[in-house]
């Protein structure tokens, strides 16, 4: 986690075949660091690092077995997985398999709210190497899972189903997003160790958190709760 100290531009790609859009992006309401976001094919996909995150949407993870990923820091989006081990491409790569109601779109804005943000927040923000450095990404636990949720529901005992998939070392990655009239890292940490408690004391993973003021009317603190599974 990290400060904010510089606030030079960088870029993103999201590479695929699949139609999609980017209109929910916005940098002008977005109140983020700069970065630029394109769309490119797959056989633009580089051989070596160009870009700080690359995002890959696939219909199966098949389809990448014969294509070279030279991305440093990469996140696949796929409605399906037929892979029983990873290709060695994949192995710096952290999978998001979308849910059987999910389109590409809505998984590619999931994906966008949960993680890119937590990129460049102007106020705490994560590198990508704080999660690819982890114990958890360097034992194998590749496949992302993705929730959302607001404040109140923290104190729900329906959020219990919630957290006990989460597994003992599993690393878990929290994005706040809070209204600017009431942000402070105060907050962030005080949710923070709500979420902590739910995990319970046999969590022994790590835990990273990343958190930006918005200034939409009328929000309610939203908390995006992701954690790498095997």
Do not use: W
């Not at 989006?77 to 491409?89: F, G, P, Q, V």
Request: proline share 3%.
């Amino acid at each position: 986690m990290q400060t904010q100290d510089n606030l030079s531009n960088e870029n993103i790609s999201v590479y695929s075949n699949i139609p999609f859009h980017l209109d929910f992006f916005d940098p002008k309401i977005e109140n983020l660091r700069p970065f630029s976001i394109t769309q490119k094919s797959l056989s633009e996909l580089p051989f070596s690092q160009t870009d700080k995150v690359a995002i890959i949407i696939v219909n199966d993870l098949a389809e990448l077995t014969a294509i070279t990923i030279g991305c440093e820091h990469s996140i696949v989006i796929t409605a399906k997985n037929s892979l029983a081990i990873m290709s060695e491409d994949l192995s710096h790569a952290m999978i998001y398999q979308q849910s059987a109601d999910e389109n590409h779109q809505q998984a590619l804005e999931k994906v966008f709210h949960a993680l890119i943000k937590t990129y460049f927040s102007t106020e705490i923000f994560l590198e990508p190497s704080d999660i690819y450095q982890s114990d958890a990404f360097e034992k194998g636990q590749r496949r992302i899972n993705i929730h959302s949720l607001q404040e109140q529901q923290l104190l729900s005992e329906d959020t219990k189903t919630l957290f006990s998939p989460i597994g003992q070392n599993d690393a878990v990655i929290l994005n706040f997003d809070l209204h600017q009239s009431s942000f402070s890292l105060n907050t962030a940490q005080d949710l923070t160790d709500i979420i902590i408690e739910h995990l319970g004391e046999k969590f022994d993973g790590e835990i990273f958190f990343s958190c930006r003021a918005s200034s939409t009317p009328n929000q309610q603190t939203l908390i995006y709760l992701s954690y790498l599974s095997v």
